[in-house]
Every structure is written in structure tokens, then in C-alpha cells.
């Protein structure tokens, strides 16, 4: 099932944003141009990676999110959040005090989204087993599943029609509740999102019709807000809600989390221009004798994600110590929970391709433009400078071709033809101003943008 309306979580702030071209140059899908002065988000090509947010020098990206006071609409208030939360508070901070935390801010049940993580593993490595074309791809990480079925259709039957641990754990919470003899309706639940990614899957989820999820938290602010609530004392013990956490849950979402379970016959890749680099190869039949690929967009994966607080790297230390605490999964994981009434919600349907790099849906017209593209490219200088408003030359033909730019936004053409006297400066100066804004070549000396700004 795909979604014809695309959402996203990351946003842009107009009042923010001063047009600096960092987001564009690091987009992974060129989804970013600048128009008047302003960073602008092609809706169809973003994959909601975070690249644009974590590189703006003035935070004019920022993640949507639902108000914590949603919760309030339920009787039982389930929080659901992955391992990586716990991995950004200080050692100084037990389990323990954490959970109670999240109490105090008004949740009546708690689940790490990888607890029932023995469903999962079970269920891929049967899949791998009977697939014909290898290697399969993790379905885990959102950005990669959308990076890959728009810039990489080709090879989106390599990934593992199966939904995300969110997805799973809410079925588990759902499950573990209803034996209480709590209904649905009564239950809210509340996912702590890591990365605007998994935000965006909630909202407009691919392979399924919609997310079991009621509510989103940035765990940004979730964080901040369990600071101001955190006992500094001892607090009673709450081993008992993750008495089915295991070690390979608490990994789950750092890099090999996944891959580990395959060994030799697996790869995994974090950072999303290293993932583009492993795809593009797997395009060309040039990948090594694998049975499964886990990809993660994020550096260090979840660990990395841009709603996490802490250092990545701290974060992945501490989990990894964390999980020495806890055994590997086994056979009765789940205990009293009915499993035959969580398996049916692991598996999604098909993801289809979305052809949104496609020059044209006619195959003879997108051939013509291709052709115009490679006589566009033959005028164009390839500095890749950005000061068209795309992020290269190649992206600039693409827009031309596309009715979306013309030749004169490229200021060494425009200076060309102003030499040549086939523009006038007036119009030259337009141009100029179509893309940057009014105004923005005027002297400044409070101007920002320069060296180091905002970093």
C-alpha cells in the first residue's frame, strides 16, 4: 500500500531561514532548492533523512510533532519509545528513575518498542530464507525504505515487506493490555520518535493503510521534559515493565543490530550517503555474495538520530553496556502474551516504487529531455556552485528541461550574455533576485553566513 499524499515532518521556518545552501548541497535526493531567498522542499523527493536540518546554520529546519496534552483524551497512556532514549541520559540516571519519569508525566503503561524484537528476528530470517532475489533489505530505517523506492525503484523488491518495531511493540502493548480486559478504544498510544523518518512512517505509513500509533513525541522534548520530573533519589522498582527486553532489542537500532543475526552473510551501513554509494552498486550487480543488507540513514543508526540529545557515540556506548544487563532472545520471550495474535500485524504489503526521478511519464518524452539535458549540460560551466539555486549543474539542466528554471539562472551564462549584450543588466539583476530574495546583495555587516555561523 502507498500513499498518494506525501508527508513530512521536517518543516521550514521562512522567519528563520537566510537561503545559505547548506541544506541543499547536503540533500541526498536534491530535493531542496532556493527560491526568493528561502530554502524550498520538493515534497515528492524528500525522505525526511534530517540532512537539511542537522546542517542549517540558523535552525530554520524544525520537526512536527503532536502536543503532549493529547494524552489526556485516554484512559491508559502508553508511552512507546525505543532503547535509544534510555542510551542519552547520564549513567548517574538508573532505569529505574527514568521509567518513573515517564510516569510522572502522566503515562499509565511504558513499552520499548523492542521488547517482542524475537517476532521480528524470526520472521526476517524466515524470509531470507526463502527469497530468490538476495540480498533482502531491512525495512527498519523509513528514509532508506523512501530513498530506495524513489531513487531506486529497481530494488524495491529487495526489501522485507515487514513493519517497523514501533508498529509491532503497539500490537504487543495492544495485546498485553487486552488481557487485563482494557478495550482498544481506552488505549492511546504514544510513539517517542528518534528522527523525523519515523515520524513521517506514523503519518503516512508505507506498506500498510495506516499506523496503530495514536500520537507523536519529538524525544527532544520528551528528554527535556523528563529531566525537569527525574527523581534524584532512589525509586521503586520498575524491572517488571521490561521484564522482555532483551539484549538484541536494546541493540536493535545501533549499527550490526540487525546484520548480527546473519553474520557473515550480511553488510550494514549507516549514514545515507554511504547507503546511496552501497544501493548504487547493488544497482550495478556489484555487491558482495549477501544474504541481507541493514542500511541506516543516521551515523552510529538510531543513535544518530536529529531528536536525539546526546552525543551518538556516548549514546552507543552506553546501550552496548546496558546490554550486558540483559540475556539474548529465546524461545519464550513474550511469555503469557498470545504471539499468533501479534504475528498477523508483522507483515505489510508490497512496497511500490515511486518513479518521482522520472523525466517524464512517457517514455519517447523523457528520452527528448534527457537529450536536451546533455545539450543544456554542454553550456553550463560544472563548477557546482550553487548560486543558481540548485544544488549542481545536473539539477539545474533537470529544472530546465522541467519548465522549473532557465538558462540565465546560472550567473556565468547570465554574465555571458551580458557581455554579448543579449540581456541588460536590469533583467540580469531580476534573475538575481528570483532566487535570492530583494535586497540580499546590499551591504550587511550583521549578515549571517559567514565562517562558523551558528555551528
Known sequence: MTTLTPYHAIKVDPDKCIGCTHCMKTCPTEAIRIKNGLAAINALRCVDCGNCLRSCPVDAFYVEHDNLHQIEDYKYRVALFP???????????????????????????????????SLLVNEIKGQVREADSKPLISSFCPAIVRLI??????LVDNIIPLKVPHDLAAAFAIETLRKKGIEREEIGLFYVSPCSAKMAAVKRPLGEKESVVDGLINMKDFYNRIMQVISKDQVEDTSELRKHLRRDGILWSLPRGEARHFKQKSMAVDGINNVVKILERMENDNVPDLDFLELKSCHQGCAGGILLTGNRFLTVERLQKRSKRYPFIGEDDLGCVDCNAIEPT??????????VFALDADRMKALEKLQKMDRILCQLPGIDCGACGAPNC?????????????MTDCVFLQNRYLNENKIDVKRATRNLENTWGQNRFDADCNKKGGRNEGF
Do not use: C
Open 149 to 154: 523506492r524513489s531513487k531506486y525503484p529497481s
Open 394 to 406: 545536473h539539477a539545474l539542466a533537470e529544472d530546465m528541461v522541467q519548465g522549473k528554471a532557465k
Open 83 to 117: 532503547a535509544v532514549m534510555i542510551g542519552q541520559f547520564h549513567e548517574k540516571y538508573s532505569e529505574d528513575q527514568i521509567y518513573q519519569a515517564v510516569l510522572k508525566l502522566g503515562f499509565t503503561h511504558i513499552f520499548e518498542v523492542e521488547q517482542p524484537i
Open 346 to 355: 508483522l507483515k505489510g504489503e508490497p512496497i511500490l516504487p515511486n518513479y
